[in-house]
């Protein structure tokens, strides 16, 4: 038995099955997961969703805060409003506001006892140390379970930070 097979209704096969797998995948990850999840974000005011990436084991998102926005509170909002379309992948957050020079350096002289207080988990040490800052810089610190969030001022600009509760394994934190 001699089989012969024609070359276009194969590749046509191929191309349909590939698109409709491909396409299906796209639209479930666009309108099962992305929709809802800017729909969460879109709901909270002071915030822009800059990106977002759900492929993989976590759902990072990337924002912009406006001044004064609460960033436990964004992440609370997130991770509650966002638990069906989350399931278990981990809510991890970036925040890309730009802060002034004067802030990145003010918070890099105190990122040396930051980081102490994080690794010997004395964390009331940490808004004690923020507020010793002169030069106009408001400081404000809050925690959860999983992170502690420091917020910076200057009046004009702000930055956010989450430092992790339970450290990375190597390297610096990963949200700064």
Known sequence: MNMKLRLLPVVLSVLVSATLLFGGYFAYRTLAMESPLQKVVSGISGVELVSMDLSGPDARMELKLAPGTNLREVYSKIQTNGRSTLGTKE???????????????WWSSALFEVAQAMETKQYAQIPKTLQASGDGIKASTEMDD????????????????????TPAKLGVWPNE
Do not use: A, W
């Open 91 to 105: 809510l991890k957050l970036k925040v890309v506001n730009d802060p002034s020079p004067k802030l990145e350096q």
């Open 146 to 165: 999983k992170y502690v969030y420091v917020t910076l001022s200057d009046g004009t600009t702000s930055k956010y930070v989450m430092l992790p509760r």
